[in-house]
């Protein structure tokens, strides 16, 4: 049989099959050909329908390819004189690719955009522009301040305010203390002077950070402390050191109050510290002379976690006594150096509440009233 009747009885064979779906064995070469009709093609969940239909010839499925690629957006063409098929965009398809280019390209400029606002935006959050005034300044750092009688002297009924003046050479800030409503403080000389100064050294520090990047930026700050009700009882600063109204020095004491300030800050957390109770308040005051000071300590309960009176501590002496003794040491130390620095030391703790409760401390021994 010659190739030419083979091809012929082929395609009619092949033609049967799509109708009917069969398998056939073609010449004397037995070449076997299965077609099977009745394939459905799905676009997205959507059925392709075309003239032509799909089928599965040897196991191979065969798709219309103009079926396909007019559902892709392609335009198919043949090209009968060179037997080509020719697969093109539509004009369709390709402006929608323009226009999905251009949207990209405008999605990159106003992601562009969006970056540099923010980082305007954070530049300017960052920095105080240069029409910010004194008035400013001034409410800011006085919002800052607004908790400093307890933050820093452990007080709530302290009042202090802060003002500013000066220009863009010098500024000077004036902090006033009022010590009306303390029932800790008669004055400002009863303050720690460390306490003083860390919360000054504060004051400089959050002034300079506000008046950054502002007229001010480059001003010198001086300052005062003064007590509102006393204005002879102040604290200057020079801008290096600190100088004060009732002493030359710092470090000097002229009476007793100020030691007894002084102890009593340090030991402002011994409630937690000796006790384990946050809440026990203690409050330490001073009394006597060159030859000889007397402590008094009260501890205050009302506000105590685990205790309600000083009895319940007897369970735990060794932590009185330790307690007792260590105040007896800084008292020690915060004299060493003045015209007390001699002194013996006796003492007392009490109940604040109940003063018939109390630890009696005579130079060497402990007593206790209940």
Known sequence: MSKTKKIAILILTVMTLLVFGATAVVGANALTVKAYPGVTIFYNGRQLTDDQ???????????????????????????????????????????????????????????ATIEQLNATIADLQKRKTSTADLDDIEDALNDYFEDAGYDYFSDRYLGITITLSGDEDDIKYLVRVDCSDSSKYKNIRDLSKTKIEDFLEDLESKLLKEIDRTDYEDADITGEMRDRNNSSYYVKYNGRTYSYSWSSSSYYYDDLDDI??????????????????????????????????????????????????????????????????????????????????DADIIGELRDYSKSSYYVEYNGSRYYYSF
């Open 260 to 341: 007894a300030s002084e102890v009593e800050d340090y030991f402002e957390d011994a409630g937690d510290t000796y006790f384990d109770d946050e809440g026990i308040r203690v409050y330490i005051t001073l009394s006597g002379d060159e030859d000889e000071i007397e402590y008094l300590i009260r501890l205050d309960f009302r506000y105590a976690d685990y205790y309600d009176d000083l009895t319940e501590l007897s369970m735990s002496k060794s932590r009185i006594e330790s307690f007792m003794n260590a105040v007896k040491n800084r008292i020690s130390r915060e004299i060493d150096g003045t015209d007390f620095e």
């Open 53 to 111: 239909q799909p089928l599965i010839i040897n196991d191979y499925t065969y798709v219309p390819l103009r079926m396909v690629m007019e559902n892709f957006g392609k335009d198919i063409t043949w090209d009968g004189a060179n037997r080509r098929v020719l697969i093109s965009d539509s004009l369709e398809e390709a402006q929608r690719q323009a226009d999905l280019i251009n949207l990209q390209n405008e999605n990159k400029r106003l992601q």
